[in-house]
């Protein structure tokens, strides 16, 4: 059973970038798809990002409102997917969760109502002057 620890998160200026890490504390992440969700609350959860295991893929999925501006990728060999922000707003201010539907591949990410199966605890991510 892999379990995911989130890792990087704080307090930003606007403008400014952070990089999230994930690793395992349990099990491999080689053979699964990764990807980071985020949580404000009140509001629903939203996929922001997702990297497949290897090949036969589109690439990296990400979400409208991060395009152009986070970058996901992995080191295997350290067991562990970052997420590299940039250009931070203050609407970037969330719970960022690190996700695995243990499958390869993204498949599933900006479908309506789509919860991968496993999560790590989550970490605090706020953009203010």
């Known amino acids: 059973q892999v379990q995911l620890v989130e890792s990087g998160g704080g307090l930003v200026q606007p403008g400014g970038s952070l990089r999230l890490s994930c690793a395992a504390s349990?099990?491999?992440?080689?053979?699964?798809?990764i990807g980071w969700f985020r949580q404000v609350p009140g509001k629903e959860r939203e996929g922001v990002a997702c990297i497949s295991s290897g090949d036969g893929d589109a690439g990296p999925y990400y979400s409208g409102p991060v395009k152009g501006r986070f970058a996901i990728s992995r080191d295997n060999s350290k067991n562990t997917v970052f997420l590299q922000m940039n250009s931070l707003k203050v609407e970037d201010t969330a719970i960022y969760y690190c996700v695995t539907d243990k499958y390869r591949y993204c498949s599933g990410y900006g479908a309506p109502g789509f919860i991968p199966t496993v999560w790590g605890q989550g970490i605090q991510v706020t953009v203010s002057s």
């Open positions: 349990e099990g491999s992440l080689d053979y699964y798809a």
